[in-house]
Antibody, heavy 117, light 107 residues
Framework: EVQLVESGGGLIQPGGSLRLSCAAS????????MSWVRQAPGKGLEWVSV???????YYADSVKGRFTISRDNSKNTLYLQMDSLRAEDTAVYYC???????????WGQGTLVTVSS | SYELTQPLSVSVALGQTARITCGGN??????VHWYQQKPGQAPVLVIY???NRPSGIPERFSGSNSGNTATLTISRAQAGDESDYYC??????????FGGGTKLTVL
């Protein structure tokens, strides 16, 4: 059974940095496409970033240059490094696996990031 | 940039058929995926590539896509179907787009 468990969320001041982690079990992160999707409080879903099995990465325009997606194959873990955080980055961040034309098939339970002074 | 438009809310009587639309320019030329999200929970894939159900999703859930509108249809609606529903497409390059979401109420 595929399981994705996020951690690392919390309260951070504007301009600060935070690293989210997503520990996977039941499948191999490095062999799959992985993504982060976020949801601001009371709002809809917003795609953030993807890392392909070959290592290529892509980002939403709203986070490009500030966020970095990566993985540690030895730990079977996905990461999202978030720098220069803004109030509008406040959201629940979900780790997801995907295939084909961005079919998000497995989701973690999410971790809440609050950017506030 | 590409946009997807969903109604904010849809209501359906218990046991009847609910239809949730997702509008986009020539969306019929794209593959549309649908997700169900209950309060406090992560989204769950219910339809992929317009009209395919993942294992474990009831046959009551179906989808269609043509022209400028994709539709998620829920037959014989149950109280447990009350959720937010999101449509989603990939633009074929570097962008993933979600609709704004529709709150389904079962009366």
């Amino acid at each position: 059974e595929v399981q994705l468990v996020e951690s690392g969320g919390g309260l951070i001041q504007p301009g600060g940095s935070l690293r989210l982690s997503c520990a996977a079990s039941g499948f191999t992160v490095s062999s799959n496409f992985m993504s982060w999707v976020r949801q601001a409080p009371g709002k809809g879903l917003e795609w953030v970033s993807v890392i392909y099995s070959g290592g290529s990465t892509y980002y939403a325009d709203s986070v490009k240059g500030r966020f970095t997606i990566s993985r540690d194959n030895s730990k079977n873990t996905l990461y999202l490094q978030m720098d220069s955080l803004r109030a509008e980055d406040t959201a629940v961040y979900y780790c997801t696996s995907l295939y084909g034309d961005f079919v998000f098939d497995h989701w973690g339970q999410g971790t809440l990031v609050t950017v506030s002074s | 940039s590409y946009e997807l438009t969903q109604p904010l809310s849809v209501s359906v009587a218990l046991g009847q058929t609910a239809r949730i639309t997702c509008g986009g320019n020539k969306i019929g030329n794209k593959n549309v995926h649908w997700y169900q999200q209950k309060p406090g929970q992560a989204p769950v894939l219910v339809i992929y590539r317009d009209n395919n159900r993942p294992s474990g999703i009831p046959e009551r859930f179906s989808g269609s896509n043509s022209g400028n509108t994709a539709t998620l249809t829920i037959s014989r609606a149950q109280a447990g179907d009350e959720s937010d529903y999101y449509c989603q497409v990939w633009d074929g390059s570097t962008h993933v787009i979600f609709g704004g979401g529709t709150k389904l109420t079962v009366l």
